[in-house]
């Protein structure tokens, strides 16, 4: 992906191209734009907000608005293959289907407070990682929107940012009090196989916890400091 969608003001975005290094459309009369999403085919572009109506979608080749979703403070994440997108609420995960908009699923947050939450999603778009009560890492399989594993930090320092590396085998969450915590997944997913709780088991209430202190079913994370 060579392209970045920014905000430039309370009213204004743009996107830009890395490669070439210039602004390639700037989007007007926007509603304080903060966490942007572009759709993987580049056609659209979704707008997170806080303090503004809520998530909105832009044309990228017209730079009109399309839909408001008027769903209050959220950030913004399309998956890899473009058949969903996230608005990612001060109370909810809001999953939507690209092809009509409609609300697919929806996940409290449990945060208690008005802040946009974060997401990030596998590059197969096979899981979805959410934040529960701002500091605990919860993964959903995209298929069932089963809840399949918690991921327990040993302090409670809020996330700031959590993203999976290419191969789906890690996931790397920042916090605020400066830490990065990395989870093996692949690891967990093997420990969890005994148990018939890993990821490819066709139990219909598969779930397990993981902290990063133990006592636990596996043990797969560290942090670096």
Same mark, same amino acid.
């Given at each position: 992906?060579?392209?970045?969608?920014?905000?430039?003001?309370?009213?204004?975005?743009?996107?830009?191209?890395?490669?070439?290094?210039?602004?390639?459309?700037?989007?007007?009369?926007?509603?304080?734009?903060?966490?942007?999403?572009?759709?993987?085919?580049?056609?659209?572009?979704?707008?997170?907000?806080?303090?503004?109506?809520?998530?909105?979608?832009?044309?990228?080749?017209t730079?009109?608005?399309?839909?408001?979703?008027?769903?209050?403070?959220?950030?913004?994440?399309?998956s890899?293959?473009?058949?969903?997108?996230?608005?990612a609420?001060?109370?909810?995960?809001?999953?939507?289907?690209?092809?009509?908009w409609?609300?697919?699923?929806?996940?409290?947050?449990?945060?208690?407070? &008005?802040?946009?939450?974060l997401?990030?999603?596998?590059?197969?778009?096979r899981?979805?990682?959410?934040?529960?009560?701002?500091?605990r890492?919860?993964?959903?399989?995209?298929?069932?929107?089963?809840?399949?594993?918690?991921?327990?930090?040993?302090?409670?320092?809020?996330?700031?940012?959590?993203t999976?590396?290419?191969?789906?085998?890690?996931?790397?969450?920042?916090?605020r009090?400066?830490?990065?915590h990395?989870?093996?997944?692949?690891?967990?997913?093997?420990?969890?196989?005994?148990?018939?709780? &890993?990821?490819?088991?066709?139990?219909?209430?598969?779930?397990?916890?993981?902290?990063?202190?133990?006592?636990?079913p596996?043990?797969?994370?560290?942090?670096?400091?």
């Amino acid at each position: 992906r060579t392209q970045l969608a920014i905000p430039l003001s309370q009213q204004q975005f743009g996107i830009y191209d890395l490669e070439q290094r210039r602004e390639l459309i700037r989007f007007t009369n926007a509603v304080v734009p903060k966490l942007l999403s572009i759709s993987p085919d580049k056609s659209l572009v979704a707008m997170g907000t806080f303090h503004g109506w809520g998530l909105a979608l832009w044309d990228t080749r017209t730079g009109k608005q399309l839909k408001d979703f008027r769903d209050g403070n959220t950030s913004a994440y399309f998956s890899p293959n473009g058949r969903f997108l996230v608005s990612a609420g001060s109370s909810a995960y809001r999953v939507h289907e690209t092809t009509d908009w409609s609300l697919l699923h929806q996940i409290p947050t449990d945060s208690g407070t &008005d802040l946009p939450n974060l997401a990030a999603f596998t590059s197969d778009s096979r899981l979805l990682a959410v934040v529960k009560q701002l500091n605990r890492v919860e993964l959903f399989d995209t298929a069932t929107w089963n809840q399949i594993a918690v991921l327990l930090a040993p302090d409670a320092q809020l996330v700031n940012w959590m993203t999976f590396n290419p191969g789906n085998q890690s996931l790397a969450v920042a916090t605020r009090g400066d830490a990065v915590h990395l989870w093996d997944l692949a690891k967990l997913n093997e420990r969890l196989v005994p148990l018939g709780l &890993d990821w490819n088991s066709t139990a219909p209430d598969r779930m397990a916890a993981f902290s990063t202190a133990g006592k636990s079913p596996g043990v797969g994370g560290w942090n670096a400091q």
